[in-house]
């Protein structure tokens, strides 16, 4: 054959999938072709591609039968134009299976081989760097994989490799040829022993079936170990399987792909990337590695990733080396390693210009010069920003060819270092350098981040900023100056529209409810990945806007900047078009259609708040959870203070209870708020995937009454109990009983009078008794306090016997104490303790006593999550109950935990049942939503109006949970998302955009307990305010929850920090209070706090006054504010509580009366003591200092006109007429003889003439 035809005859590509024909010594014989479509239609000629063995060599291809190397077929698919052979001591196996040809024999230099249709699949030598390489390259780049699927891989040494991973719950393998399964664990017993691990499910099938039927969003990792990509495998290269691959992945989840080599199949690997860049909208690379036996001596990898969570393939996030046994599991590693890892992904310059070329992201870019903003150099937790997600590459194509200037800003993050580098173009460089320049050269400031052989071991982000402006001037070195402000707000402004660019699937994907809610966080995050600080600073110096304060309208508030500093042009910002080949970058999401203008994304915010949390009453601000439990059931009396004193929100933990005891609790809630005529909402929390302490054993039901001692031990004073008859209700608020008994006994209590002594026997049979000291009517019957001066154990049964008096001697009726609930069971934990934490519930118990003090310091509790067991290891830190108690992980074992405490109290923490368990150091991956919250989910989609998801970490949760509620068809359902994990909170922005793809309500709860443990006390603060801005820009509700005002639940009184930390909930649109025993009292508190007006308490605490200087002003002076004093002195009325009187007009009122609406239209004013004191009948400047009186707790109704049935509303502008709009002065006491000193006198003389207008 020429040299010619030889070359013609070489892997063509044909992708219309027609097949080549040629000529082989004169014989028509039909080719397999190199194409991504090729297929063997002849069976005959198939055959003769299948390996045989002649005179003691394998060849690949084979040699023609009975003319031995003398004809071969140069174009076999995998070997065109060459041909490969191995010495053959002993064939093991030869047998054709229902799919392919399978041979096995022995080789004197690579030991067992195993073929397929003529190709080699494996040998014992090098059989470790294909395995490896294609295991762990997906793998290790992902955080904790858990559920994998192997399409292929029937030789099992995939299995292998994936059962290093720990962190892995769950292999799945589809094999479509049981026979290379038998062969492999007869003739590769070391790669076949992946089948012998517990996780593996083995499916014997066709795998693109086998993926149809799969759950969408399943898989963590899809691992395709075929064959060569001709004949009965060719369906796994093309585009519907890729598309059934990228439906059973997570959002982030990857795909590995066996690829070919890039010596001999180029364009099948630019076709593979280019069907999996249109499909996997993450990111896409090809990797390579050396396997002496495959043709040319290398095999490809294609790597994708699915729109989700970013995942940089080059850096391994999950290294093997620091794996727990990895390395050494059943077999050492031989050829995989983190250095081969990142060196796999180094392509030759001719390949990577291949695939390079295939990039295209279409970006419409007018361009400019920049030295405006950069990067915020952040390397905290807090760095929302930086999210590779939302940033797009920089392109290398020639798209930029038409424009003058080009500047591009990126960001490299080693560790805590940060570099900063901008670029700007000349307009002389022409296309042609564009072109043939993907990175510049050494020296100059921009190198393309994924082609910088120098920053390979750092983490990239890069963003383009670009402007376009026929008269923009590059030199911006004059800060301060307009022109410069202007260029550089131009400049961010069309950062915004290239990021809605990169982002538009995302946007397009969100529910038209969050279209503009949505758009705007995407603004938000892309103003957060810029160093805004100088640019705020020359704002500040022009009397602008500031760029950290826009949060809820941040386009519109940047327009408007704009606007303003272009309002002496002619053009207009939002008239300026940007130039493009196809489509520009503002029709991408055609947000014309879109109003993002500053009011209408208030109201939105607004009325997302209302449709999750709904409407405020009056002129409240905020609202108010309460957690309730089973104590209220039947408790209406409870319920309805909590709703008279501002708790508009009632949650429900699923972590305790059960449907029937929530049934009970929420009918008493909707019960109590349709009596009260005072909508109230319900949440219900699902439990999650929480790691809790397991339940003790219940303890005795008996209760200690105990005495306060003096410091000598003598009784102080007793303990008050109080006496009830069972389900007659709470004492009245206003008494603190120690210890409340239940009496089964109405005669007993009938007979019961103020001094009467109570007798009883206690639990040990020591007689003690009771005095009655007072007696109080209560909800359902009659209760008494008592008290007793004696140390006493009670328990349910106990007889309690009235004390005769001399001279009677009917015999009195006895009463039962019932219905003590179950004494608290406890650890007590001291610093050195050793506390072993079980797997098995037979092993719940206390260590010593019922007092929880064991001598020895050593402890059991259990936990009945196995995610504890199987993610911690020796010196990871563990804390419990809220961060309360730390430890340190001394040893682990498959059903034990044991663990050192490092802090608790000085004398001892108690740890209880169901307390919460951290481990914030230690890899660990929750399901979403447990099979108990699924269940729960029914009863809370028909009985509850929010539900709250707990412990989200991951958008392949959200997911999972759009999918659950769809399936029960609950659009109006509220959805909030608690943020209590570090990888929650890091990937909030994309967790909300994920749940915006739902047309259900959203909030969020900043759960600040576990959060605080997970990610350090020392950030929580700047983590809250960080969760709020987020939220504020995607215009979500938050609720602030845990420890809020906690002493006054628990105590009735706050600390001045509580009090602090309560008013800053006034940036959120709800705060959450615990139960506790004063939790009506800390509800009254936290509404009067998050409701008052403590902006102008200056004005506020001082009177004002009408200036005397009125009268010395000349006549025409006098005209002018005539209208303004008749409005404040006619028909004032006198105020008296209670009364109502009906007036000719309304006057006006300081702007700190608080109103509501009355009956018939009529307008309830509700002064406070120190409040107001603005409307007087009969003003005169003969007033002393002593007038006005303040006077405390109006209640006056107004109805204007001639009667009650004349009255109107007043109109809101009408009632704040005149504040804010006179002069004032503060009087010293000195103007005259009876100024009020201290007081504001008002001076309408000083007032502007045009506010009279």
Sequence with gaps: ???????????????????????????????????????????????????????????????????????????????????????????????????????????????????????????????????????????????????????????????????????????????????????????????????????????????????????????????????????????????????????????????????????????????????????????????????????SGVIGFVLCSTEGPHVDFVHPINPIEKMDDALEYRRELKFYNSEMHRAAFSLPSILKKEVEALRNHNLDMTIGALSVCSITPQTSILDHAKFPDFIHPVSNGNEFSSCKNQVFLFQNRVKLATRIAARSLPPERDNA???????????????????????????????????????????????????SVLDKLKAVHLHFLAMEQW?????????????????????????????????????????????????????????????????????????????????????????????????SMIKKASFNQDRLLGKLQGQKKAHIMVTIGQEVVDNDVQVADLINSGTTIFRINCAHGNPEIWSKMISTVRKSAGLLEKPCRVLMDLAGPKLRTGRFKEGPCVVKVSPKRGPYGNTACGSHVWLAQQGSGPPPSHLSPDVILNVDGPEFLDELEIDDTVRFSDARGKWRNLTILSKYPIFSGTGFMAECIDTAYIESGTVLRVKKKKGKNKKSPVGFVVDIPPAEQFVRLRVGDLLTISRDSSDEQLSSSSTGFSATGDHRVTCPSGYLFDSVKPGDPIAFDDGKIWGVVKGTSFSEVVVTITHAGPKGTKLGSEKSINIPDSEIRYEGLTSKDLVDLDFVAANADMVGVSFIRDVSDIVVLRRELEKRKVSNLGVVLKIETRGGFEKLPLLVLEAMKMGNPLGVMIARGDLAVECGWEKLADIQDEIISICKAAHVPVILATQVL??????????????????????????????????????????????????????????????????????????????????????????????????????????????????????MIFPQKGEVWALYKNWSSDWDENTPDEVAGFKTIFFPGSGPDAVRRIRRDEMFRFSNRVQTYLLTGFEGGNAPKGCLELDPAATPLELFR
């Design 1 to 295: 054959m020429a040299d010619g035809e030889g070359k013609d005859l070489e892997c063509r590509k044909t992708m219309d999938g027609k097949e080549n024909s040629v000529i082989c010594a004169g014989k028509a014989t039909i080719i397999p072709s190199c194409c991504l479509k090729a297929k063997a239609s002849d069976p005959e000629a198939d055959a003769k591609c299948h390996s045989t063995v002649v005179s003691g060599w394998f060849s690949e291809p084979k040699s023609s039968s009975g003319e031995t190397l003398k004809q071969v077929y140069f174009n076999n698919p995998m070997w065109p134009g060459e041909a490969h052979s191995l010495r053959v001591e002993k064939v093991l196996f030869q047998e054709r299976s229902k799919y392919q040809e399978v041979l096995v024999f022995q080789s004197p230099a690579y030991g067992r081989v195993l073929v397929l249709d003529g190709i080699v699949q494996l040998t014992e030598k090098d059989e470790c760097a294909y395995q490896e390489m294609i295991t762990h390259l997906p793998l290790c780049s992902i955080e904790s994989p858990r559920n994998v699927l192997v399409v292929g891989g029937g030789d099992g040494g995939v299995l292998r490799e994936i059962a290093r991973h720990s962190s892995v719950k769950s292999i799945d393998i589809c094999e479509i040829d049981e026979m290379v399964i038998d062969v492999s664990k007869k003739f590769f017993p070391e790669l076949a022993l992946g089948f012998e691990d517990p996780r593996v499910h083995l499916h014997v099938g066709d795998a693109v079936e086998f993926l149809k039927r799969t759950p969408e969003g399943k898989y963590d990792a899809i691992i395709v170990d075929s064959s060569d990509p001709v004949g009965p495998a060719q369906e796994l290269v093309e585009k519907p399987f890729f598309e059934t691959i990228a439906r059973a992945l997570r959002p982030g989840g990857v795909l590995c792909n066996m690829a070919e080599s890039m010596w001999l199949h180029t364009h099948l690997i630019q076709d593979m990337v280019s069907i999996c860049r249109e499909i996997f909208k993450g990111s896409v690379r090809y990797a390579w590695t050396s396997v002496p036996t495959y043709p």
């Design 433 to 483: 350098h564009m072109g043939s320049s993907p990175h510049l050269t050494d020296g100059q400031a921009f190198v393309s981040p994924e082609e910088d052989e120098n920053s390979r071991e750092q983490r990239k982000e890069t963003a383009v900023l670009m402007q376009s402006d026929a008269n923009f001037q590059p030199n911006a070195a004059e800060h301060g100056n307009r022109e």
């Design 503 to 599: 982002n538009s699937s995302r946007l397009k994907t969100c529910h038209q409810n969050y279209s503009a809610s949505s758009t705007n966080l995407l603004h938000y995050l892309s103003l957060k990945s810029l160093d805004t600080e100088q640019i705020n600073e020359e704002l500040s110096v022009a009397g602008l806007l500031n760029l950290d304060t826009i949060h809820t309208h941040v386009f519109s508030s940047l327009s408007a900047c704009i606007q303003t500093l272009l309002s002496s042009r002619s053009d207009s910002l939002l008239r300026i078009t940007i130039p493009s080949k196809d489509h520009p970058i503002h029709e991408v999401l055609d947000t014309e259609r879109l109003n993002l203008g500053m009011t």
């Design 1046 to 1163: 906690e002493s006054v639940v628990k105590t009735g009184v706050p600390s001045r920090a509580e009090i602090v930390d309560a008013a800053n909930g006034r940036r959120a649109s709800c705060v959450m209070l615990n139960k506790g025993k004063h939790i009506v009292e800390a509800v009254s508190t936290l509404d009067t706090i998050l409701n008052s007006q403590c902006a102008t308490a200056k004005t506020e605490l001082k009177p004002l006054i009408l200036s005397s200087r009125l009268a010395e002003l000349k006549s025409h002076e006098r005209i002018r504010v005539a209208r303004l004093v008749f409005m404040l002195l006619q028909d004032v009325l006198e105020f008296k509580v209670g009364k109502y009187e009906t007036c000719k007009t309304i006057n006006s009122f300081s702007q700190r009366v608080r109103w509501s609406k009355g009956l018939r239209g009529s307008i």
